[in-house]
C-alpha cells in the first residue's frame, strides 16, 4: 500500500512540472507516461483520466496549505494581525509569483473538473476543504477569544465577506496576465495596503503589531512556489 502511495505522489509530481511548463490547458495524462517512459496500463492503475490527477493535486495541496494555517496558528512570533494579514494575502502572493502559470487556484475555479471525478474523490475534496476552513477559522476566532478585537459578529463577517471578494478578484487579475489596457495590474504593495485597511477596522486594542517586513519574509517561505 505505501509503495502504491509513494508511486502516485511520483507521478503527481510529474504532473505538476508537466503543466508549469504547458499550462494547464495544455496538459494531458499521456503525457506523465511519455515523460517517464511507463506503460500507460501502469499510469492508468492509478488515475483514470487527466481530471483525476488534476483533483488529486488540489487535494495534495489543501492539506498543504492546511499545515501552513496551523503552523501560523502556533507561531507565536506573530501578532493576531500579523497571522490575519499572511492568511488573506497568501493566495495573492501565490499568483502574483507564478508568473501567469495556472496551477492549482485555476483548477479550484473549474467547476468542470470537479464534475468529472468520481464522488468519492469530489467527497475527498469537500474533506481537505472543509479541514483547511476550520483551521482558518481558529485564525480569525483567536483574537476574538483573546478580546484583540471589539468589532460584532456582523461586523467581522462583512470584513471577511470583503476580504474574500478582494481576494479572488487579485488572484484571478494576477494569473491572467492580461495587458493593462484590459485589465489593472496587481501590485502587491496595494493589495497590503488594502488588506492591512480592511483588517484594522475591526477596531483593534491599543496598536496592533504589524511588521511588513516579517509578513513578506513568512508570505516567501510558504507561498513562493506557484502552485
Known sequence: MEATYDRQAELLGVARELILEQGINGFKLIDIAKKIDIPRSQLYAHFRSREDVLVCIVIEDLK????????????????????LMILQLGPIYKALESNGKAGTQFIMSNQSILNAVSQETRDSVAMAFNNLMNSVHQIWMGAVYENKIS??????????????IFQRGSVIMALHKAPETLMLPVEFDFCFDYVNKTLMELGWEGEPSCRQSVIEARLNQFFKHPF
Open 151 to 164: 468589532a460584532s459578529e456582523h461586523k467581522i463577517l462583512e470584513v471577511k465577506r470583503l476580504l474574500s
Open 64 to 83: 498543504s496549505v492546511r499545515d501552513i494555517v496551523i503552523e501560523l496558528v502556533n507561531d507565536d512570533t506573530l501578532s493576531h494581525l500579523e497571522r
